[in-house]
């Protein structure tokens, strides 16, 4: 059973950084897509970033140039390091992992970012 735990959720300032790690087990994660989504209260999901096995990045243009998505292959985890966060960057944040070949997609329970002075 695969089973993706997110953690760093939490509180900041604006202006202010907050980390993002998801632990993927029961799976072998190194040649999945791995990204973030999050969701505000009355709006859809959305892509935050995603990241290849390869390294390669995509980011939303809300996020660009603020937030850093990493992976480890080897420990199956996926980072967002989150700077010069914003209010509007509130919401909850899930892990996400696609098998490229059957484009399954596995989701975490979410984290809570609040993001307010």
């Known amino acids: 059973q695969v089973q993706l735990v997110e953690s760093g959720g939490g509180l900041a300032q604006p202006g202010g950084s907050l980390g993002l790690s998801c632990a993927a087990s029961?799976?072998?994660?190194?040649?999945?897509?791995m990204g973030w989504y999050r969701q505000a209260p009355e709006k859809a999901r959305e892509l935050v970033a995603t990241?290849?096995?390869?390294?390669?990045?995509n980011y939303a243009d809300s996020v660009k140039g603020r937030f850093t998505i990493s992976r480890d292959n080897a420990k199956n985890t996926v980072s967002l390091q989150m700077n010069s966060l914003k209010p509007e960057d509130s919401a909850v944040y899930y892990c996400?992992?696609?098998?490229?070949?059957?484009?399954?997609?596995?989701w975490g329970q979410g984290t809570q970012v609040i993001v307010s002075s």
């Open positions: 990241i290849l096995s390869g390294g390669s990045t």
């Open positions: 996400n992992i696609v098998n490229v070949l059957s484009r399954r997609e596995y």
């Open positions: 029961g799976r072998n994660t190194r040649f999945d897509t």
